[in-house]
Nanobody
Framework: VRLVESGGGPVQPGGSLRLSCEIS?????????IAWFRQAPGKEREVVMC???SYVDSVRGRFVISTNRAKSTVYLQMNSLKPEDTAVYFC???????????????????????WGQGTQVTVSS
């Protein structure tokens, strides 16, 4: 299973970006649990969202996950971006096993088998 990310880049504070994560296993796309993580310089990788749940208080109401099943793609729409959102963003997939995968209560990187290559988001004036 391959995850290919796109959509990062520089943006001014208050701006928006949409990250994309295309998943190669299109036949079972709906059975994967998809999360977005981010890692800022000198910090640990943290989960931002998993499926449609937010795990960082500061992104609630600003970040939204959506999907396009026809394209086997998950999107992270990021609005009202702040300098503290600057990080490398990763999408990650948890594989199904007999039943569709679900997001853990407290997702951590080791819960996900497949990872995108990461895309840099830089919020700066």
């Amino acid at each position: 299973v391959r995850l290919v990310e796109s959509g990062g880049g520089p943006v001014q504070p208050g701006g928006s970006l949409r990250l994309s994560c295309e998943i190669s296993d299109s036949q079972y796309f709906d059975n994967y649990a998809i999360a977005w993580f981010r890692q800022a310089p000198g910090k640990e990788r943290e989960v931002v969202m998993c499926d449609r749940l937010s795990y960082v208080d500061s992104v609630r109401g600003r970040f939204v996950i959506s999907t396009n099943r026809a394209k086997s793609t998950v999107y992270l729409q990021m609005n009202s971006l702040k300098p503290e959102d600057t990080a490398v963003y990763f999408c990650a997939a948890r594989a199904p096993f007999l039943v569709p995968a679900q997001c853990p209560d407290h997702p951590k990187p080791s819960d996900f088998e497949y990872w995108g290559q990461g895309t840099q988001v830089t919020v700066s004036s």
